[in-house]
């Protein structure tokens, strides 16, 4: 899938980021860009620029927005082929793993009506240049959209950037990259065109279900002792029976 060539140019260069150690319980993962655009980034001609932040007009408050400078209409052999995205917090404020089964979602908005065939991408990065991808195909609208889904592998391709390769993800393969994972991104570049406005709200990842405690272990009542002479007998001290 060649429209996604820029991710591989970001998954090398996030590769170096650090990753702190799994975390037992899952971080916060939820970005409605109100305020500020939350160290969201743009990657778009081989360069990283701080994601703009619009104060109004999000699905509601503020929303970050990103303009398309270069067309993809060579694409996928020769240029112009130049795909934007949009790059989460890198690093991450946390381990992924407590995500798994839970869900991810976003609001996307376009000013311009999609090409044939091009589809919104969401990508979780992991320190090895691997990468879980969502194809999600966009509504011919330039109202926000809402995109959710599961997170966990059914629908999911598990991408090897540097080979070049892409399979559907096992289960293993799923946990493997939330517990490695480095920035996610979001390919919102939907039109072969440039000069187009992508905006990004909410982008949210839920924790899935927790392992359950386990019920305190129950502790047997103290065996009641009888006196000499008498036996338990039905939780009562009886007297025992002398033999003639
Ligand atoms: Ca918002
Ligand atoms: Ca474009």
Redesign the pocket.
């Known amino acids: 899938m060649k429209q996604l060539r820029w991710v591989t140019g970001s998954v090398i260069g996030a590769a170096v980021a650090l990753i702190a150690p799994a975390a037992a319980t899952a971080t916060p993962f939820s970005y ?3 305020d500020s655009n939350q160290t969201f980034t743009v990657l778009q001609n081989g360069g990283s620029t701080p994601a703009t932040l619009v104060s109004t007009g ?6 970050i927005r990103l303009t398309d400078a270069i067309a993809e209409t060579g694409c996928p052999t020769a240029a112009p082929c130049d795909v934007s995205l949009f790059e989460g917090p890198n690093p991450l404020p946390g381990s992924l793993t407590a995500n798994y089964g839970g869900t991810w979602s976003f ?1 996307f908005k376009t000013d311009v009506a999609p090409s044939v065939n091009k589809n919104v991408y969401l990508v979780i990065n992991d320190a090895a240049g691997e990468g879980l991808v969502k194809s999600i195909p966009p509504a011919n609208t330039t109202n926000w959209q809402h995109f959710s889904g599961s997170l966990t592998e059914p629908g999911w391709l598990l991408y090897d950037f540097g080979v070049g390769t892409s399979a559907p993800a096992t289960e293993a393969q799923f946990k493997s990259v939330l517990s490695t994972a480095i920035a996610p991104d979001i390919q919102p570049d939907i039109y072969t065109g440039s000069g187009e406005h992508y905006g990004l ?2 982008f949210v990842f839920t924790d899935g279900p927790q392992p359950a405690s386990a019920p305190p272990a129950a502790t047997a009542p103290a065996r009641k002792k009888c006196k000499k002479g008498r036996k338990l007998k039905h939780g009562r001290c009886v007297k025992k029976k002398v033999r003639k």
């Open positions: 409605p860009f109100n999000g699905n509601p408050g503020g929303f609001d709200d909410n």
